[in-house]
C-alpha cells in the first residue's frame, strides 16, 4: 500500500512538471514575441519600419516558399500565386504614415 503512494506521488509531481513545460510557452504568450523591442525603435525582425526591414521580410518569405515548394509542401499553382503575391508586397512603394 505504501509503494502504491509513493508511485501515486511520483506521477503527480512528474505530471506537474511535464505540464509546467508545455504551458511555459503559452504562459509567455505575445511577451516572447515582443522580447527585444526597444521604444522608439525595435530590435526584432518582426517589428523593425522601413524599407529595408520589408524587403528583408519578402526576401524571408520568398526563401520559405522555395523551400516549401522544392520539398513538395506546396502545389505549383499555389506556388505561382504565393510567389507573385510577395514579389509584389517587394516592389510596392511604402505607405507614408500620416
Avoid: W
Amino acid at each position: 500500500m505504501e509503494g502504491v503512494m509513493v508511485l501515486l506521488i511520483l506521477e503527480s509531481v512528474l505530471l506537474a512538471v511535464g505540464m509546467g513545460l508545455v504551458l511555459l510557452p503559452l504562459r509567455r504568450g505575445a511577451a516572447g514575441i515582443t522580447r527585444g523591442v526597444e521604444v522608439g525603435g525595435g530590435s526584432s525582425p518582426f517589428h523593425t519600419g522601413g524599407r529595408e526591414a520589408a524587403r528583408r521580410r519578402v526576401l524571408v518569405g520568398l526563401a520559405e516558399l522555395e523551400m516549401d515548394y522544392r520539398t513538395g509542401k506546396v502545389s505549383d499553382e499555389d506556388y505561382r500565386v504565393m510567389k507573385d503575391d510577395l514579389l509584389a508586397r517587394g516592389t510596392a512603394r511604402p505607405r507614408r504614415r500620416p
